[in-house]
């Protein structure tokens, strides 16, 4: 009986530095999430500003002369039922899916313009990066159905 307490204290014992961890980790991940949408800023207002707007809305300076209207990039997850489709839209943007708009698969725009086409490097890994701070800047402008939201009121796709 003396010995009932000791089973107890060595569980909260070995548990503690595991939930201590995940802690450090989602601060870690918050810190990392802001950095990205910084990042993800400059990349979004050098390359999609121009047609999306500076506001994401679809009223970029050159909108009125496109075939068909920007989509408002502040919206997604509401069309989405709240949740933000990172991986769709990693996809779309660097054109391994076909986007009315953005061209054909035949010609992946997106997917090139964040890369050096004189480089002999492969920038796979670059490219990639960019795209996740990009999208990491767009989810962040997300609005909710009461306003827009403040870090990502959205919730990450699958």
């Known amino acids: 009986m003396r010995r009932a307490w000791l089973v107890p204290l060595v569980l909260i014992a070995f548990a503690l530095p595991f939930v201590a961890g995940a802690a450090g ?38 909108a009125a002369d496109l075939k068909l209207r920007p ?7 509401v069309r989405h039922d709240g949740v933000f489709p990172v991986e769709e839209l990693r996809q779309a943007i660097d054109g391994r899916r076909a986007v009315r ?8 725009v997106w997917g090139l313009s964040f890369q050096d086409l004189e480089s002999d490097v492969n920038q796979e890994g670059a490219v990639r990066q960019d795209l ?27």
């Open 132 to 158: 996740i701070d990009l999208l990491a800047y767009v989810r962040k402008m997300q609005v909710n159905r009461a306003g827009p939201s403040e870090g990502g009121g959205a919730r990450s796709g699958p």
């Open 71 to 77: 989509t408002d990039l502040t919206r997604i997850a």
């Open 25 to 62: 980790d989602e601060r870690a991940f918050r810190a990392d999430f802001v950095a990205s949408a910084s990042r993800g800023k400059a990349l979004y207002h050098r390359h999609c500003e121009s047609c999306h707007g500076a506001r994401l809305r679809g009223d970029g300076s050159v």
């Open 101 to 108: 708009g953005h061209g054909s698969r035949d010609m992946p």
